[in-house]
């Protein structure tokens, strides 16, 4: 086998000034000789973690120093065995002549040895490492191996796991297609998010059954692959540096989209998952804050998602990162309350606005009395620390009934919605606006709601409010005025004052009597809809599924009804 060089004599033409290592190229010209010599060779890649601790605290130039200082060792450990190049800033690889598995690990322990004891300028570093390996005995491209063992070092990453990796071609075969699957997803983020879209699953209050937000979930599409889950790659790249792009585009499309559903639903906000890796990036807070800005979205319809492996992040610095967002009135969740590393402490010590209870707690909380009384725990604690509570995995009937016990601000699971794309999500805005019924203010606690409350979070109705026995009109909303196609209250007030009281279609009469009259029957039982034809003013036939909605406060005296009837204007 001949070599294109060696450590001894290196042609430094192609070397790196920092560490005066060979870089990437020649790691792929080298490695596409070996190839085509079918040579058998083994590449152990490591990459050091936390580097950028280092350079903040020490500066840059030291940092350089240190790694020049690195590379000399990893140099001096191989010696003539074969190569060490430097792949990216913290990310080297060896290329071992043979495939020697137990002389690799050696060369491994050797190098995590040195890295733990590093000394330089008289101070004895522990520089933490990742380090994967593999036994490569069929022809790879150089390219192939340098992201199948980066994205095995990224999964490592985010698993927080320095366990050494053993790979081989045997794995490859197996894991190729999941493998394949993350290259192609990392080229198409470069390529400006190709195949990626967003679907949005809403939150639906518990005090007005009405939707007040959504959660922005990413997928992608790719006609080799189908519709791929964020499970199957999120986990993967997310500590990649070509996530830091992606998180970007899901922040800047998801409200770019919020602020047109805002345009229908004034109150609306939307929910965006965010990563460790993206709170760690220098400049990605101000960066929030430039689009929002760019946008004219209004920073409290914000509410960014801190997703599990956020909460393995220094305490001082994610509450150093929350109070800028808490200060910019950006809102705050804790993501998958109850799972891994969530603890009261976290829910104690940040600044948070809402905790979401994993789903998996709901999803059989009718089962396990355990999961009963941790929801229950999550509950109380929040409500002293005056924090919402989102439960998450709302999935069916049974499960909503049941949850119904617990003072959560909103639900969210696939009872309401499945997460639908920007399109259908409008259309079930559109449905649901009309459709759903308010749920007695008795269950849950919230009396303190009066009429402009209620009109800020009802989106369409008219309001009767009935105070002395006296009915009146108190408001006309803009989703009511969109909905009767009138540009302002005036307007809908002509339309309207003559027309309103008890005026229903004569088809749909019979049924509204009945139902109007078995909800004033029954104060506290949910209410069913009818459906109703409303004409606008322009002459228009828009059916609405909805009759009203009837809300009593425990007191019994104010009582509000929401009708929505026919306006007949010839
Ligand atoms: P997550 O943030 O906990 O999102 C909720 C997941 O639960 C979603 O899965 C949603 O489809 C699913 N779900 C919602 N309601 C129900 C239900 O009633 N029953 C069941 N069985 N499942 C329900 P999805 O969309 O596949 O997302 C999976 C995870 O991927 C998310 O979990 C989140 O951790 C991550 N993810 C998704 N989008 C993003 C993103 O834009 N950025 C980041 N960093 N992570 C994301
Ligand atoms: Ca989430
Ligand atoms: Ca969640």
């Not at 450990?77 to 002389?103: C, K, M, P, Q, S």
């Not at 519709?227 to 499309?253: K, T």
């Not at 606690?445 to 979070?457: E, F, Q, R, W, Y």
Request: proline share 2%; glycine share 4%.
């Amino acid at each position: 086998m001949t070599k294109e060089n060696t450590n001894l004599n290196i042609d430094t033409s192609d070397c790196d000034s920092v560490s005066g290592l060979p870089t990437s190229d020649k790691f792929n010209r080298r490695i596409f000789r070996l190839n085509a010599e079918s040579a058998k060779y083994t590449v152990l890649m490591i990459e050091l973690h936390h580097f950028h601790d280092i350079n903040t605290l020490n500066g840059y130039d030291f940092g350089n120093r240190l790694l020049h200082k690195f590379s000399d060792s990893l140099r001096e450990i191989i010696g003539d065995r074969g190569e060490v190049y430097r792949i990216e800033r913290v990310t080297f690889a060896f290329i071992i002549d043979g495939n020697d598995l137990n002389f690799a690990k050696k060369l491994y322990e050797q190098t995590l040895h040195m890295a733990e004891h590093f000394e330089i300028d008289d101070c004895i570093f522990n520089l933490e490492m990742f380090g994967v390996l593999w036994c490569v005995t069929e022809p790879h491209e150089a390219t192939q191996i340098i992201s199948i063992l980066s994205a095995l070092i990224d999964h490592a990453k985010s698993e927080d796991d320095y366990t050494f990796i053993i790979y081989d071609d045997e794995r490859h075969n197996e894991n190729s297609k999941s493998i394949e699957l993350i290259n192609t997803i990392r080229t198409c983020i470069l390529k400006d998010c190709e195949g990626f879209y967003l679907c949005y699953q809403p939150f639906v209050s518990t005090v007005t059954g009405k939707v007040i937000g959504a959660e922005a979930l990413i997928r992608w599409r790719n006609e080799e692959y189908g519709n791929v889950s964020p499970y199957h790659f999120i986990p993967y790249i997310e500590s990649h540096p070509c996530f830091y792009d992606l998180g970007l585009w899901i922040l800047r499309q998801a409200i770019s989209d919020a602020k047109k559903i805002k345009e229908r639903c004034p109150g609306f906000f939307i929910n965006v998952n965010i990563s460790y890796s993206q709170l760690q990036r220098k400049g990605f807070k101000e960066t929030v804050i430039d689009i929002l800005n760019e946008t004219g979205y209004p920073n409290e319809s914000l509410q960014l998602e801190l997703t599990e492996r956020c909460r393995n992040l220094d305490m001082c610095f994610l509450q150093e990162q929350l109070q800028f967002f808490r200060k910019n009135n950006i809102k705050i969740a804790l993501d998958d309350f109850g799972t891994g590393s969530s603890t009261l402490e976290l829910l104690c010590n940040l600044p948070l606005d809402c905790v979401k209870i994993d789903q998996t707690f709901i999803l059989n909380i009718l089962k396990k009395d355990s999961n009963q009384v941790i929801v229950d725990a999550t509950m109380r604690c929040s409500d002293r620390l005056n924090v919402d509570v989102c439960l998450e995995g709302v999935e069916n009937q049974e499960i909503k009934d049941f949850v119904e016990q617990y003072p959560a601000s909103y639900h969210q699971g696939y009872f309401y919605s499945r997460p639908v794309e920007y399109d259908n999500f409008l259309s079930f805005l559109d449905y649901h606006w009309y459709t759903n019924k308010i749920r007695i203010l008795k269950s849950n606690g919230k009396l303190n709601l009066d009429a402009t409350n209620i009109l800020s979070m009802i989106p369409g109705g008219f309001f009767i409010y009935v105070d002395d026995e006296e009915e009146r009109i108190t408001c006309a909303n803009e989703e009511l005025l969109r909905m009767f196609e009138c540009k302002d209250a005036d307007e809908f007030y002509e339309l309207t004052h003559n027309s309103f009281k008890g005026i229903v279609h004569p088809d749909d009469y019979d049924s509204a009597e009945k139902s109007i009259k078995a909800q004033i029957a029954s104060s506290d039982s949910n209410m069913d809809y009818v459906r109703y034809r409303i004409i606008t003013k322009n002459g228009n036939v828009k059916w609405v599924h909805d009759y009203g909605h009837l809300v009593t406060s425990v007191y019994d005296k104010d009582v509000f009804y929401v009708f929505l009837g026919d306006v007949i204007t010839e």
